[in-house]
């Protein structure tokens, strides 16, 4: 089985910052694009940075500038630095990784996704 553990919301004042990071782990095989997304009460869940496994990134236009997204290839781990935290960052966070697992022999590529982490940016 294959797990996304995420760790690192609070609560932060506006300006301040927080630290995000989320683990794989499990019978995997190997694992493709890992991210960040969000959601607010009332909104739908939206992107807000993801890492591909060549290392490209891709940032909401919301957090570019103040937010980085970074992955340790060997601990299966994806960060998020989310630096200059307004209000409107207030969200629970969600984990998501592309992983192909590796189950007795058979490989099964899918979406997986993490518990979330609540994130209030308040004063």
């Known amino acids: 089985q294959v797990q996304l553990v995420e760790s690192g919301g609070g609560l932060v004042q506006p300006g301040g910052s927080l630290l995000l990071s989320c683990e794989a782990s499990?019978?995997?095989?190997?694992?493709?694009?890992m991210g960040w997304y969000r959601q607010a009460p009332g909104e739908q869940r939206e992107l807000v940075a993801t890492?591909?496994?060549?290392?490209?990134?891709n940032y909401a236009d919301s957090v570019k500038g103040r937010f980085t997204i970074s992955r340790d290839f060997a601990k299966n781990t994806v960060y998020l630095h989310m630096n200059s935290l307004k209000p409107e960052d207030t969200a629970i966070y969600y984990c998501?990784?592309?992983?192909?697992?590796?189950?007795?022999?058979?490989?099964?590529?899918?979406?997986?996704w993490g518990q979330g982490t609540q994130v209030t940016v308040s004063s």
């Open positions: 890492k591909t496994r060549d290392d490209n990134t």
């Open positions: 998501n990784a592309e992983i192909m697992s590796d189950n007795g022999g058979w490989r099964i590529l899918r979406d997986y």
């Open positions: 499990g019978s995997i095989f190997s694992i493709n694009t």
